[in-house]
């Protein structure tokens, strides 16, 4: 497809991650793929079934489990056995305490690689411009090869206060810490990414910076 762009975003919780990845989706016809909501919907799955993450591989091992995508005005939503899951579900302070517990499972990351990226090819096959990846791994694991790697990041105080504003109560700078030290795929900055102080710019800033890199591209 003529100018189909894959972009990756990384970044800690509350960098701004969903922001300007909404305002890039909605501006250009791109599809947005939340990584980090499908952690959170094995997370929540998980734990109604009282599966504890070390209980996670045998589960993973000794169950058929079906993941597709159902794509949803410019956004691609999971669905794990053909359950749907609310924000009020993937939000929930019990999953932002654990999220990154279970998030740190290699046979889950392993479980997950394969359907994140054939979202490519979904935003191709659905007629999108692009594709948007956002997460913590993806222009280091999922999609390396993207077209543009974004890394945000911002004061640890700066992403509590957003977090707390929008309502939320996230364990930031514990989650930072499990993020980036997990074995498997740490949350660190891609090589060849733009990095971005998100503490430092408005939401519309951030995105001119990253529709600017995106025309250097053409």
């Known amino acids: 497809m ?26 250009n016809n791109y599809l947005y793929v939340e990584t980090g909501s499908h952690y959170r919907a094995f997370s929540w799955m998980l734990m109604e079934s009282e599966i504890e993450p070390e209980k996670v591989n045998e589960f993973i091992e000794s169950n058929s489990i079906s993941i597709l995508s159902k794509i949803i005005k410019n956004k691609s939503l999971i669905t794990i056995d053909q ?16 999220v990154s517990r279970y998030a740190a499972v290699p046979a889950l990351r392993k479980l997950l690689f394969d359907y994140q990226y054939s ?4 935003a191709k096959e659905s007629g999108f411009n692009g594709v948007i990846l956002e997460g913590r791994d993806i ?8 077209d543009l790697k974004i890394f945000l990041w911002a ?13 939320e109560t996230d364990s930031i700078i ?15 900055c891609a090589e060849g990414a733009i990095k971005i102080d998100t503490g430092q710019f408005s939401p519309d800033e951030v995105y001119e910076q990253v529709m600017r890199a995106l025309e250097l591209l053409r």
Do not use: C, H, W, Y
């Open 139 to 146: 222009g280091t694991k999922i999609l390396p090869e993207a």
């Open 174 to 188: 514990t989650r930072d810490q499990m993020d980036m030290n997990r074995i498997e795929a740490p949350l660190v």
């Open 83 to 98: 359950q749907s899951f609310s924000k009020e579900k993937l939000r929930s302070p019990k999953v932002n305490q654990n």
């Open 2 to 27: 003529k100018n189909f762009r894959s972009l990756a975003i990384d970044g800690g919780a509350g960098t701004g991650k969903s922001t300007l990845s909404n305002l890039l989706s909605e501006r």
């Open 119 to 122: 979202q490519v090819e979904l």
């Open 155 to 167: 004061d640890a105080q700066i992403r509590v206060r957003r977090r707390s504003s929008d309502g």
